[in-house]
């Protein structure tokens, strides 16, 4: 089989966050629960009204364009898209084609630990303009319905230049982007309620040509595992077509989830098929430098540039970096526990980096793992988590100490998660605290070493690994309490005497 080269590029459509849609004053609201509620004269289409410019949302796609590194356009307009649609009551959509707001930038690839995919890959942007999303269609018995509420919400559209080549990068930039979304707070993007939809153009060459494949369109892929499968399976697809001697049509397909393939829907339409031109009913849009850098201004830190800052300033790993980046509130978490152990370190006159260290590493580690097991068992998100940051540095700070052993760090952190209780008093309620006194610890390890002859004669037979063992009877007839490392030296010391 020849080899051939992967074309690849996406149009992302996000719902923009804005309280009202992108022309009238109907509420924007994906949580709405009964059909046709959220609308309006205007976005029914009643006769002689007319739309407005909705500005929350051309500020939103100018805040996103900056985050990317996009030109901005500073006049530009809104154009009929001529096009069959029954979920939108004009019968033709508003949207942008010759000037859209943004043109140019690039994303970034990430990827945790950089084995697969294509981390660190800049994808170019080719435009990201506004238009109007349309209504919902609903299937059942035989029947077609529509519902309104989504028709005319604002939603923007980004175009990727050709710059992807496998399913992996596909699947990345997505996630890249939808993250990038929520850090500018613009859109929720979540794929499950259709807030963020992708679709892919496919074609494929032989390596060395310069003339692109015939380009096929994958509409509505509503997840980024779809998106990433339905690509390679198209890829094989039109190369088995090739090979077989057949010429790929140039065609809009489908993703069944179910069968793992992609299915014909329509033959592709072209630009000129919409037949755009500019809205009649709304004035150009006209921005000058000042109101762009106002925007500018606004822009957070982005999620690539906190990758980074967190890798260099908590000296952190880079997988650890990505997990506390993906949520932004559980870095802003992260960053809060951080700053209160820095005032433990001022308190008890702590200079020492690697002490230093070994707290914010412990405070990843219990974010990371324990921290968000509680909050997938509980379906809940950290915005909702009951314990205080000061709270969880202490907790922090206790196992550090070694007051407390790790499953009774366990069981306080899982009480504090139901409550909020303070560590401290959950540690006296329970009894919870570790025994670190040593006349006490060795007289259980001298009843340990009189029940274990024969572990005992292991070990001094030179079966080190015996201690193991001693160390869990020692902490099974301490019920736990017994400091380990303190328990093991006790040990160790009573068996060479």
Not at 21 to 41: G, L, R, W
Not at 278 to 291: G, H, T
Not at 364 to 391: F, G, R, V
Request: glycine share 6%; with cysteine; net charge negative.
């Amino acid at each position: 089989m020849l080899k051939y080269k992967p074309v690849i590029g996406l149009e992302i459509h996000a719902e923009l966050n804005t309280k009202t849609k992108m022309f009238c004053d109907s509420a924007n609201n994906p949580n709405e629960t009964n059909p046709n509620t959220n609308v309006c004269p205007v976005c029914m289409a009643h006769p002689g009204t007319l739309p407005v410019i909705n500005i929350e949302a051309v500020h939103k796609v100018i805040k996103t364009g900056l985050a990317l590194g996009s030109k901005i356009n500073e006049y530009s307009w809104f154009e009929r898209k001529n096009y069959f649609y029954p979920d939108i009551p004009k019968g033709y959509q508003i949207s942008q084609f010759e000037k859209p707001f943004c043109e140019g930038g690039v994303l970034k690839l990430s990827n945790p630990d950089g084995t697969v995919g294509g981390a660190g890959k800049e994808i170019k942007i080719k435009r990201i303009h506004l238009e109007e999303d349309t209504g919902k269609l609903i299937h059942e018995n035989k029947k077609s319905l529509v519902d309104f509420n989504r028709a005319g919400v604002p939603l923007m559209e980004l175009v990727t230049e050709p710059d992807i080549e496998t399913g992996v990068e596909a699947k990345e930039f997505g996630e890249e982007f939808q993250l990038l979304l929520r850090y500018l707070n613009v859109s929720e993007a979540d794929m499950e309620k259709g807030q963020l939809r992708i679709e892919a153009n496919i074609s494929i060459m032989p390596e060395g040509a310069e003339k692109f494949g015939t380009k096929v369109e994958i509409k509505n892929l509503n997840s980024f595992r779809a998106c990433e499968r339905a690509i390679d399976y198209e890829i094989k697809r039109q190369a088995e077509v090739l090979e077989s001697g057949e010429k790929v049509i140039q065609e809009t397909r489908g993703w069944d989830e179910n069968k793992s393939e992609t299915f014909s829907q329509r033959t592709k339409e072209e630009s000129h098929d919409y037949r755009y031109f500019p809205e009649p009913d709304l004035p150009p849009v006209r921005l000058d430098k000042a109101q762009i850098e106002f925007i500018k201004q606004e822009l957070p830190e982005l999620p690539a540039s906190r990758r980074e800052r967190f890798i260099r300033e908590y000296s952190i790993t880079s997988k650890d970096s990505q997990v506390l980046t993906v949520e932004k509130e559980l870095g802003d978490y992260f960053e809060k526990t951080i700053t209160e152990l820095e005032s433990w370190f001022i308190d008890e006159k702590i200079s020492d980096a690697s002490t230093k260290q070994k707290l914010v590493k412990l405070s990843a580690n219990y974010l990371i793992t324990e921290i968000q097991k509680l909050l997938a068992e509980s379906k809940s998100k950290i915005s909702s988590l009951l314990i205080t940051p000061e709270d969880f540095a202490e907790l922090i700070i206790l196992i550090h100490q070694g007051k407390i052993s790790s499953s009774a760090a366990q069981t306080i952190l899982a009480e504090m998660f139901a409550t909020g209780e303070d560590p401290h008093q959950i540690l006296l309620d329970k009894n919870l605290g570790q025994v670190s006194d040593v006349e006490e610890i060795k007289k259980s390890a001298e009843e340990v070493i009189t029940a274990n002859p024969k572990p005992v004669e292991d070990y001094k037979k030179g079966k080190v690994e015996s201690i193991k063992f001693l160390v869990g009877q020692l902490m099974k007839a301490t019920k736990g309490k017994a400091n380990p490392q303190v328990g093991e030296e006790i040990l160790k010391e009573l068996l060479t005497q």
